[in-house]
């Protein structure tokens, strides 16, 4: 599903995996994009709900953004079911709503049964979080 303008934030080019993951579906919405040199580009729109009760984005909505990025970022290396087995972060400057939150990272390693990843969310040029995490690949269990 492509997604054009929410609000006034263009996220025109992303796309969602709507009705994939319902935490996802209910804590975002959330959108990926693969750019021309083939990185993996995360976003969202930060609205009201969220923030804290200072106004500020939520440290759990910024974790729960990077978990949608491991695998967006990973998902390359990724075949049938994963789940996240570390990710850890570092708060760098408070988000603010009603902007286009980003996220960028790489993937660190691969291996037969784990993948590594690093991150960076960010707002406009302002690093807002960063963090790393390891997805596990579960094995395919035989019929």
Same mark, same amino acid.
């Not at 959108?31 to 021309?36: A, G, I, V, W, Y």
């Not at 491991?70 to 290396?77: E, K, N, P, Q, T």
């Not at 993948?115 to 406009?124: D, L, P, Q």
């Given at each position: 599903?492509? &997604?054009?303008?929410?609000?006034?934030?263009?996220?025109? *080019?992303?796309?969602?995996?709507?009705?994939h993951?319902p935490?996802e579906?209910h804590? *975002?919405p959330y959108?990926?994009? +693969?750019?021309?040199n083939?990185?993996i +580009?995360?976003?969202? &729109?930060?609205k009201?709900? &969220?923030?804290?009760? *200072?106004?500020?984005? &939520?440290g759990g909505a910024?974790?729960?953004?990077?978990d949608?990025?491991?695998?967006?970022?990973?998902?390359?290396? #990724?075949d *049938?079911?994963?789940?996240?087995?570390s990710?850890?972060?570092?708060?760098?400057?408070?988000g603010?709503?009603d902007?286009?939150?980003e996220a960028?990272?790489?993937v660190?390693r691969n291996?037969?049964s784990l993948?590594?990843? +690093?991150?960076?969310?960010?707002?406009?040029e302002?690093? #807002?979080f960063?963090f790393?995490?390891?997805?596990?690949?579960i094995k395919k269990?035989?019929?």
């Open positions: 599903m492509t &997604h054009q303008d929410i609000g006034k934030i263009d996220l025109s *080019g992303y796309e969602s995996w709507e009705g993951d935490f579906d804590a *975002g959108f990926m994009k +693969r750019l021309e083939g990185e +580009r995360c976003a969202f &729109h930060a009201a709900f &969220h923030c804290n009760g *200072g106004g500020f984005l &939520h910024l974790l729960t953004f990077a949608y990025a491991l695998f967006a970022i990973g998902d390359d290396y #990724l *049938g079911p994963c789940v996240t087995v990710l850890n972060g570092d708060f760098i400057a408070a603010h709503p902007r286009l939150i960028r990272g790489d660190v291996t037969r993948v590594f990843i +690093r991150g960076e969310i960010y707002c406009g302002e690093t #807002l960063t790393n995490g390891i997805i596990k690949k269990r035989p019929a």
